[in-house]
């Protein structure tokens, strides 16, 4: 069974670390993605880490994890507040979602309170800063193993 884990960033990700870093923190990109490969050593997982400012790319990938991932960590950014065809990419891809954001978004504006992926995924993840990277791969972890 794949134990192989597609963990996507929206738009401006790339930015962490020197992006609002009263609310996304210090920790750059580049530090999630060595957190995550962390984590997945830790969990016999193999990880695919992206980040695109692109929808259509971020698509793409998702696409992409059909057949292939067994599940798909995704902090949407701005799509999650935004975009129905990131959630069909997402129920398309018939792979398990979990839903990560750094911040408490429901402590912050009432725009972002509304989520389009949070129906369709099997956890939700928000405020535990960068850690809820490592809390979802943990929970893939798991999940994969009561499955066997
Ligand atoms: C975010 C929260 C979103 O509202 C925002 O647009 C982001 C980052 C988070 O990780 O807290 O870009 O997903």
């Given at each position: 069974m794949s134990r192989t884990v597609l963990?996507?960033?929206?738009?401006?990700?790339?930015?962490?670390?020197?992006?609002?870093?009263?609310?996304?923190?210090?920790?750059?990109?580049?530090?999630?993605?060595?957190?995550?490969?962390?984590?997945?050593?830790?969990?016999?997982?193999?990880?695919?880490?992206?980040?695109s400012n692109h929808e259509g790319e971020a698509i793409d990938w998702i696409h992409q994890a059909r057949g292939r991932c067994a599940a798909i960590v995704i902090n949407p950014g701005a799509w999650t507040h935004t975009s129905i065809a990131i959630r069909d990419a997402l129920t398309a891809s018939d792979v398990p979602v979990i839903e990560v954001h750094i911040s408490n978004v429901h402590a912050r504006e009432s725009f972002r309170h509304h989520s389009y992926i949070s129906g369709m995924a099997v956890a939700v993840l928000c405020g535990f800063g960068t850690h809820g990277y490592r809390l979802a791969l943990e929970h893939v972890g798991h999940l994969l193993n009561k499955k066997g």
């Open positions: 963990v996507l960033n929206g738009p401006n990700l790339n930015m962490l670390g020197t992006r609002e870093p009263a609310t996304y923190g210090h920790e750059t990109l580049a530090d999630v993605c060595a957190l995550c490969a962390r984590t997945a050593v830790e969990h016999d997982l193999v990880v695919e880490f992206r980040q």
